[in-house]
T-cell receptor, first 108, second 115 residues
C-alpha cells in the first residue's frame, strides 16, 4: 500500500459547486497533516494544516479521520481560481511525504 | 521580493553538460531542501540542510551534488545527467528542521530537460 494515496482526478465542477477530496495514508503513526495547493507549472503552497478537531478557513474545511486513516478537503462555493492540484501531505517519522495530488478544474 | 527564489526557471542540458541550480531564501530560515517532482509522481525529497550542514541524503545518485555555503543559499550541481532526470526541481525552506511539523515554503522551481 502506498504511503499516501489520492484520486488523481480531474474533478470537473461548475462554479459555485461544493467538492470534496479524500486522501488515505498507511502510517498510523503520522501526526501532522497538511493540504498544499499547486497551480500548473508552479510551486506548491501551503493551503492549510489539518488538525484532529478539523479546521475551517473560509470556504475550505479540512478534516482528519484517524480511525479510517484519511484526511479530507471540502471546498464550498467553488471559484474559477480554485482550479489547481491539491496535494495531501503528512509526516513519516521526521520528514514530509507528499501525495501525487488531485486535480480540480472549475468551469464557468 | 518573494521568499524563496530559484534560478534558472528553465534549463535544457545535454547528458555531458555541467550546470548548477541556485536557490536563495529571504525568510531567515535555517533549513533548506531540494525536491524532485516528476510527471504524475509525488514530490521526492533529495537533500536536506540544516544550519548549512547536510542532514539527509535520500540515496540520490552522485550526479547530483548539493552545496550550501550559508543558510540563505543552496545550490544543486548537475553533471552527466540522464534523460530520466528531466523533472521539476524545487527548492524549499523552513524555519528549522524540526521534523514534519515545519511548514515548507517553496521556490518556483527549475524545469529541467535532459536531452
Amino acid at each position: 500500500r502506498k504511503e499516501v494515496e489520492q484520486d488523481p482526478g480531474p474533478f470537473n465542477v461548475p462554479e459555485g459547486a461544493t467538492v470534496a477530496f479524500n486522501c488515505t495514508y498507511s502510517n498510523s503513526a503520522s501526526q501532522s497533516f497538511f493540504w498544499y495547493r499547486q497551480d500548473c507549472r508552479k510551486e506548491p503552497k501551503l493551503l492549510m494544516s489539518v488538525y484532529s478537531s478539523g479546521n475551517e478557513d473560509g470556504r475550505f474545511t479540512a478534516q482528519l479521520n484517524r480511525a479510517s486513516q484519511y484526511i479530507s478537503l471540502l471546498i464550498r462555493d467553488s471559484k474559477l481560481s480554485d482550479s489547481a492540484t491539491y496535494l495531501c501531505v503528512l509526516d513519516n517519522t521526521d520528514k514530509l511525504i507528499f501525495g501525487t495530488g488531485t486535480r480540480l478544474q472549475v468551469f464557468p | 521580493e518573494t521568499g524563496v527564489t530559484q534560478t534558472p526557471r528553465h534549463l535544457v542540458m545535454g547528458m555531458t553538460n555541467k550546470k548548477s541550480l541556485k536557490c536563495e531564501q529571504h525568510l531567515g530560515h535555517n533549513a533548506m531542501y531540494w525536491y524532485k517532482q516528476s510527471a504524475k509522481k509525488p514530490l521526492e525529497l533529495m537533500f536536506v540542510y540544516s544550519l548549512e550542514e547536510r542532514v539527509e541524503n535520500n540515496s540520490v545518485p552522485s550526479r547530483f551534488s548539493p552545496e550550501c555555503p550559508n543558510s540563505s543559499h543552496l545550490f544543486l550541481h548537475l553533471h552527466t545527467l540522464q534523460p530520466e532526470d528531466s523533472a521539476l526541481y524545487l527548492c524549499a525552506s523552513s524555519q528549522d528542521r524540526g521534523g514534519a511539523t515545519e511548514k515548507l515554503f517553496f521556490g518556483s522551481g527549475t524545469q529541467l530537460s535532459v536531452l
